[in-house]
């Protein structure tokens, strides 16, 4: 069974960068696609980020631009750049694999498999 470990949140000002780690144990990832999520507190998660099994990226509004995903399939790690931090990026930051393969393109959290207990990202001044 697949486990991820997010790891690299922390607290930073406004304008800041921080660079989230997932990596996975028990699966390869480099046949998935790699999504990332956070879940601020009295909101839904929000599907944010995904980079497919061929490389391709997808981001949501809230972060094109800002954030940049990547991957690195002989450390079984895939990561997300955050630059350009705002109060509104507060909350955990989730990764989970895209098993059903078309989660890339919707973005949405059911369509990934399950996900590490997260990381906490806080932006305040």
């Known amino acids: 069974q697949v486990q991820f470990v997010e790891s690299g949140g922390d607290s930073v000002q406004p304008g800041g960068s921080l660079r989230l780690s997932c990596t996975a144990s028990g699966l390869p990832l480099e046949f998935y696609g790699i999504g990332w999520f956070r879940q601020a507190p009295g909101k839904e998660r929000e599907g944010i980020a995904c980079?497919?099994?061929?490389?391709?990226?997808y981001y949501a509004d809230s972060v094109k631009g800002r954030f940049t995903i990547s991957r690195n399939n002989a450390e079984n790690t895939a990561y997300l750049q955050m630059r350009s931090l705002k109060p509104e990026d507060t909350a955990v930051y989730y990764c989970a694999t895209d098993v059903l393969d078309y989660g890339c393109l919707t973005l949405k959290p059911a369509d990934f498999g399950s996900r590490g207990q997260g990381t906490q990202v806080t932006v305040s001044s």
């Open positions: 980079i497919s099994k061929d490389g391709s990226t």
